[in-house]
């Protein structure tokens, strides 16, 4: 079968390559095979790839940190999966065509949810929901402002803030990104800049914004610790600058602004397997009514990783890049 490999960090359409590996085999009493039919690129697995993820795998490695499938085997004491069910793998290593793995990892999906949709609800949907939740107790009609407000987290969020009735500031990089974003549902969308929070307080009526959440780090964290009202909350999760977020002491002591930081793997590791099913339950269901769903730019087959590296790697896009590991899909 083929697998997605690398034996180097570096950049990453360089050093990941497409190979043929042994296949999976039939599973054990307690798991299944899952045949992956997609899986997103994430700026997760690029950083892996180039050795900057807080995990450092051993090479030569493999990576993925989601997928979506299809059951093709069950192992002999597997009761509540069957073959052909669709489920998501809340494990690793999914850029493959096939994973074995244990039933528990494996988690059921409704049939008639949008496939590539389900391949990415593992990892951006649960952040944007659980950094909305877990940090600032929000009321209908509080505000958050989110930074990267285009991305697959961002346009996430806005849509869950809206769903609970708590209005968004989106700052993006770009102009074009103002009426797409607002299209979804964003209230306030602002390109970012020197004068961030005064435009931001102009377009909110100076309301008390209780919660910023940062994906880029560096100066930008400044700018979001400015439009926070006394005593505010910037989570930090992402780090698409490379650099460190900054804060002044303005912010930290005179302000009292907490900086905090976002990790799902950890979060995951330590939920019980009944809230991961509520969770990710209550994400599938608004994927499949349509609620959440978030762009795709583009597709590619396995064997065609480098392209789809490069690609995801492109400045400007309008969507996330999948690879469809079996061949095209419904
Ligand atoms: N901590 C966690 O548990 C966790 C979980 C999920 C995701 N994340 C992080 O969340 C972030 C977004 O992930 P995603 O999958 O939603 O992204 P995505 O859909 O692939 O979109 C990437 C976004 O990053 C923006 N961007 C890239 N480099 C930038 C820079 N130097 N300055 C400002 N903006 C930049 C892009 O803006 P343009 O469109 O203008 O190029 C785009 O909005 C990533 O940092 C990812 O690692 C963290």
Redesign the pocket.
């Known amino acids: 079968m083929k697998q997605v490999r690398f034996e180097a960090f570096g950049t990453p359409e360089e050093v990941a390559a497409c190979v043929e590996v042994d296949d999976v085999g039939a599973p054990g009493p307690d798991e299944v095979v899952i045949e992956i039919q997609a899986f997103p690129i ?3 697995d690029l ?1 892996t790839i180039s050795g900057g993820y807080a995990v450092r795998p051993r090479l030569p490695a493999t990576l993925g940190a989601e997928s979506v499938g299809r059951i093709r085997a069950v192992g002999a004491d597997v009761k509540h999966l069957a073959a052909g069910d669709r489920v998501i793998n809340l494990g690793r290593d999914n850029w493959c065509q096939r994973r074995r793995v244990p039933a528990a990892q494996a988690l059921k999906m409704p049939a008639d949810a949008d496939l590539l949709q389900l391949a990415m609800l593992k ?2 949907p649960a ?1 944007a929901l659980m950094m909305l939740r877990s940090y600032v107790e929000l009321q209908p009609g509080d505000w958050v402002i989110q ?2 407000a ?5 346009t996430n969020l806005i849509k869950l803030a809206k769903a609970d009735a708590i209005r968004t500031v989106s700052v ?3 102009e074009a990104l103002i009426r797409p974003l607002e299209a979804i549902g964003a209230d306030v969308v602002v390109v970012d800049g020197e004068d961030l929070a005064e435009r931001v307080r102009a377009r909110t009526g100076g309301a008390p914004l209780k919660l910023a959440i940062d ?2 780090g560096g100066e930008i964290v400044m700018r979001l610790a400015d439009c926070l009202a006394e005593g505010g909350t910037v989570v930090n ?5 490379g650099r460190p977020c900054m804060l002044g002491a303005h912010h930290t002591i005179f302000k009292g602004i907490t900086l905090t930081g ?4 950890k979060v995951l590791t330590g939920t019980p397997r009944a809230e991961l099913e509520e969770l990710y339950g209550d994400l599938a269901r608004r994927v499949r009514s349509g609620a959440l769903a978030v762009e795709v730019e583009a597709t590619y087959p396995i064997e065609e990783i480098k392209a789809a590296l490069a690609h ?1 790697r492109r ?3 309008s969507g ?1 890049i999948l690879v469809l590991p079996n061949g095209p899909v419904d």
């Open positions: 994430n700026p997760a950083l990892v951006n952040t930074d990267a285009n991305s697959g987290v961002g993006v990089r770009r994906a880029i999760y992402g780090l698409l600058s976002f990790w799902l793997q995801a400045e400007g896009r996330k």
